[in-house]
């Protein structure tokens, strides 16, 4: 068996490479094409691939996945419609090969500029949001590099839909359709395969939850792009703003409790808590969300008391950890302790205290009176991402085509000699 999928890595590796050749010089014309035409073949294909999305939904159910974990999972049309919006985004993005990224001369004669470039072969390893098929497969081709895609079982059928789609728009713009592979099975077995497969990928983004991302930083041999997870914050500080605190705390938590940008933690500053009561709280309450705190807050009816591991969780659903805290420093240090450097926002109208909460804190994402939910790239206006880098080298934040980059040196002389 572990041969067979040995096998079947080395012929889907062979096949990223010799496309990623050719994808590192296709012009801009033809890779905007292929990605207007895929963005064409989502929306006349969308009877196909919601009729996929049902079985998997289906599967989902069967499986037991959480009501969050199943709205990740779920295709409609308005989706459907943003899948495809996303991939014309892309496509009329400027194309990030080839730019020219600093240049200057030498006293020695040489003139050096240091040019964008493919990264090569990117695996995506993911769970349960098919649209992901679509958004890497986008920003892997319009940063010039072939992608090997390995979804969720869950999204199995969505994604192979999709993955038609990204591949018609391929041949009708004249280019390998090996530029965008799904991996043809649900067995795990293939997931170490790609983790090991350096002779093929140059570098592996995850993403999904905690213990698929762990599994691949525990395991690869092949370079990663951190994405561990989304423990996002909001903090409530005495100088915010109490219209606009009640809206981006719902907003924050609410709007979609399973993807990665919703706030899981609340953190309140005494001086608001004295001055506006628990109206957060109750809000969030009267929204349906379950509520874990501590101290003075668990006298507000229908709060619960957090459990030992509430705080630094990550729920991906209807729940959130609640904390009082004194001033900026404690929150920053809450921050510090329980997060994930992700995201984190600040509600507040006092300069000086965004300033240190911004100064002091090393997420990737840092936000002033504004949703975690931003925490995403078409909304950055990236046309779309491939995850959020929660690392520090290379990519950080909303990985776009920009990220999906590495860069050489062009040297040029007039004969020139080093004495």
């Not at 419609?81 to 004669?109: M, S, T, Y």
């Not at 809450?334 to 300069?351: C, F, M, P, Q, V």
Request: with cysteine; net charge negative.
């Amino acid at each position: 068996m572990d041969g067979q999928f040995n096998d079947l890595m080395a012929e889907i590796g062979q096949k990223a490479r010799a496309a990623a050749a050719e994808l590192a010089f296709a012009s801009s014309e033809r890779k905007a094409a292929a990605l207007q035409a895929a963005a064409a073949a989502v929306w006349a294909r969308r009877d196909e691939i919601l009729d996929a999305n049902i079985l998997d939904m289906a599967y989902g159910e069967e499986k037991g996945l959480s009501p969050a974990m199943l709205d990740r999972l779920m295709l409609n049309d308005t989706r459907l419609r943003g899948i495809a919006d996303a991939l014309r985004q892309v496509a009329e993005q400027r194309d990030p090969v080839g730019r020219v990224l600093a240049e200057w001369d030498r006293p020695n004669g040489l003139h050096i500029q240091r040019v964008a470039t493919p990264l090569g072969v990117v695996g995506v390893i993911y769970e349960s949001r098919p649209n992901v098929t679509a958004d890497a497969g986008a920003l892997c081709l319009k940063a010039g590099n072939a992608v090997i895609l390995r979804g969720g079982s869950e999204s199995f059928h969505s994604s192979e839909a999709l993955h038609d789609c990204m591949v018609q728009g391929l041949r009708e713009a004249g280019l390998p359709e090996a530029a965008i592979q799904l991996v043809p099975t649900r067995d795990r077995a293939m997931v170490a395969e790609m983790l090991r497969a350096t002779a093929f990928i140059d570098v592996i983004v995850p993403r999904g939850g905690k213990g698929l991302v762990g599994l691949v930083q525990a395991e690869a041999r092949v370079p990663v792009f951190a994405h561990l997870e989304g423990i996002c914050h909001v903090y409530a500080d005495r100088d915010a703003d109490l219209e606009k605190a009640r809206r981006v705390v719902l907003n924050a938590k609410t709007r979609r409790t399973g993807i990665c940008g919703a706030a899981e933690c609340l953190l309140i500053d005494w001086q608001f808590y004295t001055k506006h009561g628990a109206v957060l709280v109750e809000d969030l309450l009267a929204a349906g969300v379950e509520v874990r705190t501590e101290g003075a807050l668990l006298k507000v009816p229908g709060t619960l008391p957090a459990g030992p591991d509430d705080f630094g969780r990550e729920f991906l659903d209807k729940i959130i950890a609640i904390k009082l805290v004194d001033g900026v420093d404690e929150a920053i240090a809450h921050i510090r302790k329980y997060g994930s450097n992700h995201t984190e926002a600040i509600l507040t109208e006092n300069d000086a205290t965004a300033a240190r909460f911004f100064e002091r804190l090393d997420s990737a994402i840092l936000m002033r009176n504004a949703s975690t939910q931003f925490a995403d790239g078409g909304e950055f206006g990236m046309g779309g991402e491939i995850g959020i880098a929660t690392g520090k080298l290379h990519a950080r934040g909303p990985v776009g085509a920009d990220q999906l980059c590495s860069f050489k040196y062009l040297v040029t002389g007039d004969g020139t000699i080093r004495t």
